[in-house]
């Protein structure tokens, strides 16, 4: 059985641009990414010469300006092309979405010098990104993190440990988030790290439940010096650059828990058309139709809201609040979906012969990263009812 049926989504794309976008992407994961997902990740091989291909395609970049290489497409376009991938295969969909969050803090924060040096490179020359914000003692809590960026004279020196990379060790440039002052989250500014700087260095990539083909290390920084040019925005700035691209990440993430349900509603919607017990197809049973219609209710309703989101966000209104409820809600959705995958195949969805069992082990992850669910809450509750009281 392939690794995805074939993916029937109506998107409603607002110019001919946009839909030879998204068709172009279809392309591309039905061509070079879906047919060797399943023995990539089994073998833990993550795909870089996809990314090389994505970045000829000009889709490394895409919500960024287009004067310094990016697509100009608005993020409810960038973030369907995310759902595409992540639906082919989500070490490649999740890869992209990280990169353009490593990317996020110099398009926006950067000053003119900075983004005309790196940015055409970073968005289209071909490079990877990572972004190094979580460390081994402070993960929800980012705020208390320890890795410290002294100065020294016009350069500065960073000393540290970072973890959860997705990228560490193989990343061309890593978004690095430091103490350079005093406790707590003004203390914290922002550097841009390029990957072969002395004293950096990977630990050997963490093993994982799912996405084994996507790298996740630590990663060390010894004595890294680099010049003061490579500070993005202001001292003290970091945390709250750091959160500004979180927001929009956490759309990224929300865009690829879709895909991972909808390749899992396809996967499961084909089995059970083909599958026959009792003389007839198991598609023809109640109690299956009515799982398969909450299936894909979920998947609807989910894209309804990082949609929702987007373009919020397209528009320059506040979308903290719905980038929250929308990673919360597809990511939740991601992994009681790719279960119930796993339900409707049986025994056969059991086992790695059939591709819902790596969809359920992938869909966890989305419920982590970016901030944990809980996290997710919590943002939600303070925009409804204010800050804890303490």
Not at 65 to 85: F, I, M, N, R, W
Not at 93 to 107: E, I, K, Y
Not at 294 to 311: N, Q, S, V, W
Not at 320 to 331: E, T, W
């Amino acid at each position: 059985m392939p690794d995805r049926a074939p993916q029937g989504v109506d998107r409603r794309l607002p110019t001919e641009e946009a839909r030879e976008l998204l068709a172009l992407v279809r392309e591309i994961a039905g061509r070079e990414i879906a047919p060797r997902a399943a023995e990539e990740e089994a073998e833990g091989r993550f795909p870089r010469e996809l990314f090389a291909l994505l970045s000829d395609s000009g889709l490394l970049g895409l919500p960024y300006d287009s004067d310094h290489g990016g697509g100009d497409q608005p993020y409810a376009v960038y973030l369907q092309v995310l759902e595409e991938l992540a639906a082919a295969r989500l070490t490649v969909g999740l890869g992209v979405s990280v990169h353009s969050l490593s990317c996020h803090a110099l398009a926006n924060f950067g000053t003119d010098e900075q983004r005309a040096a790196h940015l055409p490179a970073m968005l289209g020359g071909g490079l990877l990104g990572a972004y190094c914000l979580s460390e081994p003692t402070s993960g929800s809590d980012a705020a208390s993190l320890r890795t410290k960026a002294v100065r020294d004279g016009d350069s500065w020196v960073l000393d540290g440990t970072k973890a959860w990379i997705t990228h560490g060790g193989i990343a061309d440039f890593y978004t690095v988030m430091a103490r350079t002052g005093g406790e707590g989250p003004k203390g914290i500014t922002a550097f841009l790290v390029p990957g072969g700087a002395e004293g950096l260095s990977a630990a050997p990539p963490e093993r994982k439940m799912g996405m084994k083909g996507s790298p996740t290390a630590q990663l060390h920084l010894d004595g890294v010096r680099i010049p003061d040019a490579r500070r993005i925005g202001a001292e003290g700035q970091g945390f709250a650059i750091a959160l500004s691209a979180l927001d929009s990440g956490r759309l990224g993430i929300a865009a690829c828990a879709v895909g991972v349900a909808q390749a899992a509603l396809d996967a499961a919607v084909a089995y059970a058309r083909e599958r026959r017990q009792f003389g007839r197809p198991i598609a023809d049973f109640q109690g299956l139709r009515f799982l398969l219609a909450d299936m894909a209710t979920g998947i609807e309703a989910g894209r309804a809201l990082y949609l929702e989101a987007a373009r919020l966000r397209d528009e320059g209104r506040p979308f903290g609040r719905q980038a929250a409820m929308a990673k919360l809600f597809c990511s939740d959705a991601a992994m009681r979906i790719t279960t119930d995958a796993v339900q409707v195949l049986g025994g056969y969805g059991y086992t790695a012969d059939f591709p819902v069992e790596r969809y359920m082990r992938e869909a966890k992850v989305l419920q982590i990263v970016e901030g944990t669910n809980q996290i997710q809450r919590m943002v939600i509750a303070r925009h409804l009812v204010g800050p804890e009281s303490h």
